[in-house]
């Protein structure tokens, strides 16, 4: 037998694979579904009509009735979760609005749940710097400094008074250390043993917040930030000792954030847990898409499911963005 004369190329070709849309829909290992995705909304207090926020072309700061009619449309819709952001009428040292019964993520909260039921996830954020005259995430000291432990009773506080209303999980997006273990005990002692914590787990002191900032209407006090408690973005793998960390104090999803700057720590922290794993598209990154789109410099629907997409291929089974909206209706027909 005559020994066959090598192939000029590797017989694979992968692009036999790409000829027709059909072909790439059927080979398509990664797909966005509407249902892994949740809504952050934002209600403010003494507004008597939506405010828009110019940052964040599109999304708006909601009455508690104009929020109960976005979610209402975001349901029919299909999607599945919502993400409260309360913004009170007055601040304080303490955030002391975001703990009260009737404070506005608790009014607002309780008005969505006997609207929708069960039919949506109802997610509260569970931290204070909405709620703060200083715009820090927690309590500070004298030095100026954010006290961890002292901030985790007011977490607990927020967090039994979201469930009280009717929030069906929370989200702790502090960065306290044992933040999740003291939520955990404190929602189990008030009985609510059934009740998940999404923690954001690693979380980023990132550039990316800033139109969510115009929001929930904060300056942090004296030019400051959040590299105290926050982590430092040259960091990967302190995010998995984070994800530890939140995991063993009984954590039920863990979070990263943002996204798309950290597909590298999703896909790794995707590898080490056997939990649901989610990530936040954070404004900035919404605002980035949104801007550039609007100066026609990019196609903002393509590069919108193309974030997406990357973000549900690192490893996110749940995303937290401010497209819910545009991909439930339809994710500007792109594909
Ligand atoms: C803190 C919190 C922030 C975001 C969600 N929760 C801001 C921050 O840490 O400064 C940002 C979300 C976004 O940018 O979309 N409570």
Redesign the pocket.
């Given at each position: 037998m005559p020994v066959m004369a090598p192939a000029p190329f590797p017989s694979h070709r992968p692009r036999r694979l790409r000829a027709t849309p059909a072909l790439r829909d059927l080979v398509a290992e990664t797909e966005v579904s509407v249902t892994d995705l949740v809504a952050?909304l934002f209600v403010r207090d003494g507004i008597d009509a939506p405010a828009p926020i110019t940052s964040?072309p599109g999304v708006s700061q909601h009455t508690v009735e104009s929020l109960r009619r976005e979610v209402g449309e975001l349901a029919e819709l299909g999607i599945r979760g919502v993400m409260v952001?309360g913004v009170p009428a007055v601040k304080d040292a303490t955030g002391s609005q975001s703990c009260a019964a009737d404070g506005i993520a608790q009014r607002a909260i309780a008005a969505l749940r006997a609207d929708v039921g069960d039919d949506v996830v109802i997610i509260a954020?569970t931290?204070?710097?909405?709620y703060t005259d200083h715009g820090h995430?927690g309590i500070v000291d004298d030095q100026g400094r954010v006290d961890n432990d002292a901030t985790l009773a007011l977490y607990t506080a927020a967090a039994v008074a979201q469930v009280r209303a009717g929030a069906h999980m929370v989200a702790p997006?502090?960065?306290m250390d044992g933040q999740v273990a003291a939520i955990r005990a404190a929602l189990d002692a008030d009985g609510h043993h059934n009740i998940p914590v999404m923690a954001?787990a690693a979380?980023y002191?990132?550039g990316?917040?800033?139109?969510?900032?115009d929001?929930?209407d904060?300056t942090?006090a004296d030019g400051g930030d959040?590299k105290g408690y926050?982590q430092d973005w040259r960091n990967g793998r302190e995010a998995l000792v984070e994800v530890a960390a939140d995991v063993a104090q009984g954590a039920d999803i863990v979070m990263v954030?943002?996204a798309v700057a950290y597909l590298d720590v999703i896909s790794q922290v995707r590898d080490m847990v056997d939990i649901p794993v989610a990530a936040?598209?954070?404004?900035?990154?919404?605002a980035m898409i949104s801007a550039a789109a609007a100066n026609g410099w990019i196609d903002g629907d393509v590069v919108a499911l193309e974030h997406l997409t990357a973000i549900r291929r690192a490893g996110a089974g749940i995303i937290?963005t401010?497209f819910a909206r545009w991909f439930a209706e339809g994710a500007g027909g792109q594909r």
């Amino acid at each position: 037998m005559p020994v066959m004369a090598p192939a000029p190329f590797p017989s694979h070709r992968p692009r036999r694979l790409r000829a027709t849309p059909a072909l790439r829909d059927l080979v398509a290992e990664t797909e966005v579904s509407v249902t892994d995705l949740v809504a952050p909304l934002f209600v403010r207090d003494g507004i008597d009509a939506p405010a828009p926020i110019t940052s964040l072309p599109g999304v708006s700061q909601h009455t508690v009735e104009s929020l109960r009619r976005e979610v209402g449309e975001l349901a029919e819709l299909g999607i599945r979760g919502v993400m409260v952001f309360g913004v009170p009428a007055v601040k304080d040292a303490t955030g002391s609005q975001s703990c009260a019964a009737d404070g506005i993520a608790q009014r607002a909260i309780a008005a969505l749940r006997a609207d929708v039921g069960d039919d949506v996830v109802i997610i509260a954020d569970t931290c204070v710097d909405e709620y703060t005259d200083h715009g820090h995430c927690g309590i500070v000291d004298d030095q100026g400094r954010v006290d961890n432990d002292a901030t985790l009773a007011l977490y607990t506080a927020a967090a039994v008074a979201q469930v009280r209303a009717g929030a069906h999980m929370v989200a702790p997006s502090g960065m306290m250390d044992g933040q999740v273990a003291a939520i955990r005990a404190a929602l189990d002692a008030d009985g609510h043993h059934n009740i998940p914590v999404m923690a954001y787990a690693a979380k980023y002191a990132s550039g990316h917040y800033g139109p969510f900032r115009d929001a929930v209407d904060v300056t942090i006090a004296d030019g400051g930030d959040r590299k105290g408690y926050q982590q430092d973005w040259r960091n990967g793998r302190e995010a998995l000792v984070e994800v530890a960390a939140d995991v063993a104090q009984g954590a039920d999803i863990v979070m990263v954030k943002p996204a798309v700057a950290y597909l590298d720590v999703i896909s790794q922290v995707r590898d080490m847990v056997d939990i649901p794993v989610a990530a936040y598209q954070v404004s900035g990154e919404y605002a980035m898409i949104s801007a550039a789109a609007a100066n026609g410099w990019i196609d903002g629907d393509v590069v919108a499911l193309e974030h997406l997409t990357a973000i549900r291929r690192a490893g996110a089974g749940i995303i937290m963005t401010y497209f819910a909206r545009w991909f439930a209706e339809g994710a500007g027909g792109q594909r």
